[in-house]
């Protein structure tokens, strides 16, 4: 892992409690998932009904950016977006909520995990491969008219970066030199689709030059690095030098979605090896600025956190049945 000299004690320390606080989050949520699907696995059944798809190994992807942003900045995220939206300081209670469908949920419990909407704090997400991004650079053309040095980030997985509206986005926001950054999660995966099966270029970040910004890979999942990558990405924008390409090499822990039995996959043997979390862990406390009781703490400290927003969302009403078509249309907008 290349060390970022820039990067305080105190920062590095922030990276790892935000990876604890996600990780956190997915655990408990896969618990409850999984809590009432058994014996036999019904995606129908149960408090949480549907695909859930969680970002555990994702983490330093969403702490590497969330470092960066400020109230007002922007982000739009995918159907993978837990890691995100709580890096990005999404409300955890409401977040947990609309995971659950309640009524107190971001959307009153009507769009579930794939749908989380925030205009608190400006994030979005769509279960639609691709759709992120020209939403994110809506923004960024909004920031750049007003004239403030606000950013956008548009966060996609490596098989969305195919989709034409990838390629779109990159386009004109190059060629209006929007204060965009497009952040590529490159996890080896498209559902049970290897990258290699998918794309023709082995890193794209060389598809940035296609478009005339720039371009980087972080490779390894380094959550350093991909906060250096970030950082310059972010800098640029605000100061109206145009929009950036970061693919991040990750790694996606768990299956596609729960219950993804993952018998395509080869490489599960040394995917534990690879989680992000004890790798930092142990890169900290080599730095001599961890120990093991900071550690714990942090993890304590994650889990009252979670727990509290867990119970908030299993304790809040679901919606009324006969509202089910309110917020569908505008109120009075019936001739
Ligand atoms: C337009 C569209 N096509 C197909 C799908 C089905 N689908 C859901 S996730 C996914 C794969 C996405 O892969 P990637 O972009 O690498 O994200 P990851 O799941 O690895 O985070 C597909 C094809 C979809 N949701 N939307
Ligand atoms: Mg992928």
Not at 36 to 59: N, R, T, Y
Request: proline share 5%; hydrophobic share 45%; aromatic share 6%.
């Amino acid at each position: 892992m290349t060390v970022q000299s820039a990067l305080s004690a105190t920062d590095r320390l922030e990276l790892l409690r935000m990876m604890v606080l996600i990780r956190t989050f997915e655990e408990a949520i896969l618990r409850e998932y999984h809590a009432d699907k058994s014996p036999g696995f019904d995606i129908g059944a149960g408090l949480v009904p549907g695909e859930m798809h969680l970002a555990a190994g994702q983490e330093p992807v969403a702490a590497g950016i969330g470092a960066h942003l400020s109230l007002g900045d922007a982000l739009t995220a995918t159907h993978r977006p837990h890691h995100v939206a709580i890096a990005h300081g999404v409300d955890m209670r409401k977040m947990a909520a609309e995971i659950f469908g309640r009524e107190t949920g971001l959307g009153r419990g009507r769009g579930g995990h794939m749908h989380l909407f925030d205009p608190e704090v400006h994030f979005s997400c769509s279960g639609i491969v691709a759709e992120g991004l020209p939403p994110a650079l809506g923004q960024a053309f909004a920031f750049q008219r007003a004239g403030t040095d606000r950013v956008a980030v548009a966060v996609a997985g490596e098989g969305a970066a195919n989709a034409g509206a990838f390629h779109e986005s990159l386009n004109l926001a190059a060629l209006w030199k929007l204060p965009v950054i497009f952040v590529i999660e490159d996890n080896d995966w498209g559902i049970s689709v290897p990258r290699s099966a998918s794309t023709s270029v082995p890193s794209n970040a060389v598809r940035a030059a296609g478009y005339g910004i720039p371009g980087t890979r972080v490779e390894d999942n380094a959550v350093e690095d991909i906060w250096a990558a970030v950082g310059e990405a972010v800098r640029r924008a605000r100061a109206g030098e145009g929009p950036s390409l970061i693919e991040v090499h990750t790694l996606r822990l768990w299956g596609h979605f729960e219950g993804d039995a993952q018998g395509y996959r080869g490489d599960l043997e040394g995917v534990p090896g690879r989680d992000p979390i004890p790798t930092y862990q142990k890169h900290l406390t080599d730095a001599g600025i961890l120990d093991d009781a900071a550690f714990a703490e942090m993890g304590a400290a994650a889990s009252t956190r979670v727990e509290d927003a867990i119970a908030f969302a299993k304790s809040s009403p679901l919606p009324d049945p006969a509202d089910a078509l309110k917020y569908v249309f505008t109120e009075g907008a019936q001739s």
